[in-house]
């Protein structure tokens, strides 16, 4: 009885992985559709991955948050067009977005840490609004070290330029969790 116990918890476990490791496929290839929809600007344009990255974050928590965006940047590494304008390679992580890339894995850390399973609208906002902050800070940094030299110029084109559309993609992230959330929670529409 035990080892048929044990067995079905083994069963039950690979089962639950391989829908994790489906969900964060579909968040890598979420974040990767996302760098499609853009707004040309140079150095660094208008996209919606950073919808996707507080999303998988909020999702899945913050391991597998972490993991979606780590996947997402291998993809791009070993040559599969995933990046902004289909483009792949070391380069896109060493040029003037490669702070925002590199940031991703951190801020759905974050925004998983701060928000997953929460009910607050509240906390929901301040952990997406903490990750968006590590975007924009590892960003800016990078952009300043190899595109403008300059910090000042670099907040200008790569932090303030972005905080309308950024608060704009914090709202429906928050908007997205709550209202699935509602769906899926005992009581809601999809329980009915």
Known sequence: MFQTATLQLRT?????????TLWIA??????????QIRIPHQPV???FQTLFV?????????????????????????GLPVFTGFAFGPERLLGPTGGYL????VAAFVAGTIAKG?????RTSAGMLVAMLVIFSLGTLQLSLVWTHDLGAAFAQGFLIFSWWDALKIAAAVLIVHRTSRLLSPGGAMHA
């Open 12 to 20: 039950l476990e690979r089962q639950a992985l391989g829908v994790q």
């Open 26 to 35: 579909a968040f890598a290839l979420a974040t990767a559709a996302g760098a």
């Open 45 to 47: 344009p208008y996209t």
């Open 54 to 78: 507080l999303l998988s974050g909020a999702f899945l928590g913050k391991r597998n948050g972490a993991l979606s965006q780590v996947l997402y940047l291998s993809l791009g590494l070993i």
């Open 102 to 105: 590199l940031s991703f894995p």
């Open 118 to 122: 929460s009910r607050s609208v509240l």
